[in-house]
């Protein structure tokens, strides 16, 4: 299970963190995808990816979070030209398979 203080740094040195407090119990295909194209999207955006939430939170009882397959980020450090940059990057990158949704409060995105 992967915890408080992880910071993943890609090749061209560009991380993804964990916000404090998230949980990640399994390191399946989807979060491991969804982590790589994070690391992408840092070196395309120019600033770290935070992932705030994974298995933890509070989500609703079907929600894919439960069944290690969705994750949220911070979009708050972004700017508006940023953001509307990462959520392309993310949709081209990964593809109809997983859904990037833009919340009020964060970048969702799941393996559906």
Request: charged residues 30%; neutral net charge; proline residues 2%.
């Amino acid at each position: 299970m992967l915890s408080i203080g992880l910071n993943l740094v890609a090749p061209a040195g560009m991380i993804v963190e964990l916000k404090e407090g998230v949980i990640i119990r399994q390191l399946n295909e989807y979060i491991l995808r969804i982590i790589n194209v994070l690391m992408e999207a840092g070196d395309v955006i120019g600033k770290a990816m935070v992932i705030t939430s994974a298995f933890d939170g509070k989500h609703r009882p079907d929600s894919l979070h439960y069944k290690h397959k969705a994750i949220d980020i911070r979009k708050k450090h972004l700017t508006q030209e940023e953001k509307q940059k990462l959520l392309e990057f993310l949709k081209t990158k990964l593809g109809q398979e997983y859904q990037v949704i833009e919340e009020s409060t964060h970048i969702h995105i799941e393996n559906d």
